[in-house]
C-alpha cells in the first residue's frame, strides 16, 4: 500500500532542535519532489519546504529559511531538520508527495497525490 508515514516530532523548548523523518512504502521516493507543510488547528495549512526529486533544488518559507533544512537520502526518507524552534513553529507537520520532479509551484496543494498523517511539534517552555 502506497504511503508516507511521518514521525519525529514532540515537545521541545524554544530554541531547541527537532527532526522530521518522512519515510515511503510501496514507491520510490527519490522520484518525486517531496514536501513539508504544517497546520495549526484553525488556520490554513502553511508550505514550510520542498526538495526536487534529485535532492538539488529546495525551497524554503521565509518563515524558517535559516532555521529548517531540507534533505533526502538513500533510505527513502526525507528530512526536516528543524533548528532555533519558537512557539510559532507548533503545529501538525505533514509531509506531502508531489506529481512532479521539481519544486516550482510547491505551494500548490492541487500538486500533491499522497500525503502523510502527520505528526505533532509542539514548542513550548
Known amino acids: 500500500q502506497l504511503q508516507l508515514v511521518e514521525s519525529g516530532g514532540g515537545l521541545v523548548q524554544p530554541g531547541g532542535s527537532l527532526r522530521l523523518a518522512c519515510a515511503a512504502s510501496a514507491f520510490t521516493l527519490n522520484y518525486y519532489a517531496i514536501s513539508w507543510f504544517r497546520q495549526v488547528p484553525g488556520k490554513e495549512r502553511e508550505g514550510v519546504s520542498c526538495i526536487s526529486s534529485l535532492g538539488g533544488s529546495t525551497n524554503y518559507a521565509d518563515s524558517v529559511k535559516g532555521r529548517f533544512t531540507i534533505s533526502r537520502d538513500n533510505t527513502n526518507t526525507v528530512y526536516l531538520q528543524m533548528n532555533g524552534l519558537k512557539p510559532e513553529d507548533t503545529a501538525v507537520y505533514y509531509c506531502?508527495?508531489?506529481?512532479?520532479?521539481?519544486?516550482?509551484?510547491?505551494?500548490?496543494?492541487?500538486?500533491?497525490?499522497?500525503w502523510g498523517q502527520g505528526t505533532q511539534v509542539t514548542v513550548s517552555s
Open positions: 506531502a508527495r508531489r506529481r512532479y520532479t521539481y519544486c516550482s509551484g510547491w505551494r500548490r496543494e492541487y500538486e500533491y497525490d499522497y
